[in-house]
């Protein structure tokens, strides 16, 4: 199981250039990647969306690609000789003509422009992509040791948090069967203060106790519950993304929750639901991070 949240860095070297691969990633619903990369490597930006779809499944990734010249890079500076010579003979006109003191030197004559530059040529994008996909890959799978490692910390958190809920429903179980038997007495009593010719063992009092029994009885969403919370802790130990996964689990929660505190019509139960809602609410976020 894995975060959603991560970073991943590397670098390789291709014939004296420097490729760097920085990925992070954040939460997101769906999957979503977005590509930094120079002019002349554009046209792999297909190939390196694939490599990332290829091990992320989910979440915003922000990939950054980027090259530096390497330490021989002064060496391939382009000198223009003719555009020097033409710089030279020109100042040398120009200041006879004005009469105007001073030397011409090397060094006024390198810094015109276009004099020393470095050479214009395009990085060929095939040559470099085997070096390009060793740094994606090794950026990759720092990202995705990140994403593991805050996916078991997020995993403990969640199991103690079903460890909570099964405790408030292991309460519930014990409590729910004193329901009815308060309902019936406070119907007995209602019928004495009222001063009702009716017995205890009269059917109709029989019958109103079996509707009330029936409506309250919350055993199945009980046993609906158990099931989503164990299928919950499987996933946990899943090495696949689970994140839609668990998130559909929590909204079954969610509702069988809802529905046997609508049926509870007792406050020691209600206050037992409300506490599971809590804890469900702060798994519902915790899922959110999960790819």
């Not at 309460?171 to 209602?190: F, M, N, Q």
């Not at 109103?208 to 009885?217: C, G, V, Y």
């Not at 069988?256 to 007792?266: R, S, V």
């Amino acid at each position: 199981m894995r975060s959603m949240t991560g970073y991943g860095r590397a670098e390789t070297d291709h014939a004296g250039t420097r490729f760097s691969v920085e990925l992070n990633s954040v939460n997101r619903k769906q999957s979503d990647i977005v590509i930094n990369l120079p002019r002349d490597l554009a046209e792999l930006e297909p190939r390196i969306r694939q490599t990332i779809n290829e091990n992320i499944s989910r979440g915003r990734t922000n990939a950054i690609i980027t090259l530096h010249s390497g330490e021989n890079g002064a060496r391939n500076l382009a000198l223009n000789t003719e555009l020097a010579r033409s710089y030279h003979e020109a100042m040398r006109t120009l200041q006879k003509e004005l009469n105007a003191p001073g030397e011409i030197t090397i060094s006024t004559i390198l810094q015109a422009p276009g004099v020393m530059r470095f050479p214009e040529e395009a990085l060929n994008a095939e040559e470099a992509w085997p070096a390009i996909d060793r740094a994606l890959r090794a950026a990759l799978a720092d990202l995705i040791k990140m994403r593991e490692r805050e996916g078991k910390h997020l995993a403990k958190d969640l199991i103690h948090r079903l460890k909570a809920i099964r405790k408030k429903l292991k309460e519930i179980r014990v409590l729910h069967p004193d329901v009815v038997k308060r309902y019936r007495a406070a119907l007995l009593d209602r019928i004495q203060k009222a001063g009702l010719p009716i017995a205890s063992e009269d059917e109709r009092v029989l019958k109103e106790i079996s509707f009330f029994a029936d409506r309250a009885d919350v055993s199945e969403e009980l046993t609906r519950l158990e099931s989503h919370l164990a299928q919950f802790a499987h996933h946990l130990r899943s090495k696949e993304p689970v994140g839609r996964t668990l998130e559909f689990i929590t909204q079954e929660i969610f509702r069988e929750l809802n529905t046997l505190g609508a049926k509870a019509n007792d406050a020691s139960i209600s206050q037992r639901v409300i506490a599971c809602k809590a804890e469900l609410e702060k798994i519902r976020e915790q899922v959110q991070n999960l790819e």
